[in-house]
């Protein structure tokens, strides 16, 4: 058996890779999005077009998922501060580290979706909302992540 400071070490860890796990598809996603965007601006400017703003608005759908990582490290903090329940450490961790890795996964792909949707917008000046509800269909999996991770973290 650990120790009871180890113990809660190791939940503060799994507190932290939420978290940085979290922000970490947040910056991809954002990037990936950001690139598209300028790309999408820089041929408004050569064709005389006005940039679009809405793009700005697209670039940043991504980073909500890091407020998710948070969550989670918050609620994780909050057993790891119980003495009486460090011995589910591993659960701690566990939440964690695959929550933080679900969370960045759903930030990572949305990127992606967002990139395509600076794309298509700047093309077609039309659909913008229609690209936030599937950008949003992309983050309720990280919702749903978290959500999940919160219910497992409160049955100990």
Do not use: H
């Not at 994780?76 to 701690?92: F, M, Q």
């Not at 996964?105 to 949305?110: I, P, T």
């Not at 949707?117 to 700047?122: L, P, Q, S, V």
């Not at 690209?131 to 219910?151: D, K, P, S, W």
Request: net charge positive; hydrophobic share 55%.
């Amino acid at each position: 058996m650990l120790e009871p400071t180890t113990q809660q070490a190791l939940m503060k860890a799994g507190a932290f890779c939420a978290l940085g796990f979290a922000a970490m598809g947040s910056a991809y996603g954002c990037g990936v999005a950001a690139a598209s965007a300028i790309g999408q601006w820089k041929k408004c400017y050569l064709q005389g077009k006005p940039a679009p703003f809405q793009l700005a608005i697209l670039t940043g759908v991504p980073m909500s998922q890091t407020i998710y990582g948070f969550i989670l490290l918050n609620q994780i903090l909050g057993k790891a501060a119980d003495a009486a329940v460090t011995y589910n450490w591993p659960v701690a961790l566990a939440m964690g580290i695959v929550g933080g890795i679900g969370i960045a996964m759903s930030a990572a792909y949305q990127g992606r979706a967002a990139a395509g949707a600076c794309d298509a917008y700047a093309e077609s000046g039309m659909g913008f909302a229609y690209y936030l509800i599937a950008l949003g269909v992309v983050e309720t999996i990280a919702i749903f992540v978290m959500a999940f991770a919160l219910l497992v973290l409160s049955k100990f």
